[in-house]
């Protein structure tokens, strides 16, 4: 399991966010197979929380808001605690009461950091703006049991947590540019680019199973875009109209610069072997069909230092922020009183040795 880190936002929020990745993620995938026969459910589960899981200065923690804290950290890997095997449910309970056990810790001694209404705007509103509407956010509210001033005091409250962290590692993150220049000295290989190409493609998706004739009907339709890209007609524009790529549709199919092993092999075979400014024929890749166009190429090279200068200060500027927090909260779980009352793990059964085999 990963080191534990300070959430930027609380666990509502998170799980909302969540939310708001899935619908846009439905709206931009292909037609999804037939359901798979349902398997017989699970064995019920033997490892069970008390009531109150743990005590921090005080303050309980409730065996739902564990539920819910594991349920919406396993959710964005499409899994639920019912698909955790008893066996490992004791190390994930674990890590995520130690992660409640933090926020308790950090929600106390931030509690008179001021937060204005303004902040908790803006950061409602960014939030807001990964549904698609209104009506998607009010009802990933509703799933979720949340309520509008519920979801801005979390907001405020993940505000106060963030500002009472920025005010304990002030000055531990400053990083100077001879720093950056002896990261550069001492990792060379991380330096070296390997030859890259931009281009800008047109995508016309194929359902997985598609019948031949439908397939034929696509590749026609791909034929056709690429003759008329060819014929000198506005590559973006008709990228804009056409394509079914949502992440690069809006930007007139532009894909930026990337090496060869970053697109599936018949893309990249064709974007790399084109000169500059030249058209494909459709090529078929598991996406569908693509009419591709090279626009730029860069030789494989090592980047100069003036050029990773800002990306290695960022880097290592991050570094020192995650070893700060990590400090100080080492040095806040060390000072707590804290009683955590998880049951142990459950021992796996012994597998019984196999039968002798009988005599002949």
Known sequence: MKKLQLAALTLCVTALTVHAAETKKKKSEPT???????EAP??????ALPETV?????????????????????????????DVPDAQKAEFYRNVVDGLVIEKLVQKRSEKTEVTD??????????????PNEEAM??????????????????????????????QIAGKDTVADADAQGFYDKNPDKFKAPEEVRASHILIMVPEGAKPEALAEKEKL?????????????FDKLAKEFSEDPGSKERGGDLDFFAKEQMVPEFSDTAFKQKKDEISAPVKSQFGF???????????????FPEAKDKILAYLKNQKRRTAVDEVIAELRSKAEVKV????????????????APAK
């Open 118 to 131: 303004k902040e908790v705007d803006e950061n409602f509103g960014k939030l807001k703006g990964q549904f």
């Open 32 to 38: 999804p197979k037939a359901p798979e026969p349902k």
């Open 54 to 82: 743990a005590v921090v200065e005080g303050a309980e923690i409730k065996r739902t808001e564990v539920e819910k804290a594991l349920n919406a950290a396993l959710s964005q890997h499409g899994r639920t605690a019912g």
């Open 290 to 304: 693509h009419v591709i166009k090279t626009t730029d190429r860069k030789d494989a090279h090592t980047v100069p």
């Open 138 to 167: 009010t009802a990933a509210l509703k799933q979720s049991g949340e309520t509008l001033p519920h979801l801005k005091d979390s907001i405020r409250s993940s505000l106060r947590e963030q500002k009472w962290i920025e005010t």
């Open 222 to 234: 791909a034929k056709s875009i690429s003759d008329r890209a060819k014929k000198g007609e506005a």
């Open 42 to 47: 699970a064995a019920k589960s033997s490892y």
């Open 341 to 356: 009352n998880l049951p142990p793990a459950p021992v796996e059964a012994a597998v019984p040795p196999a039968a002798p």
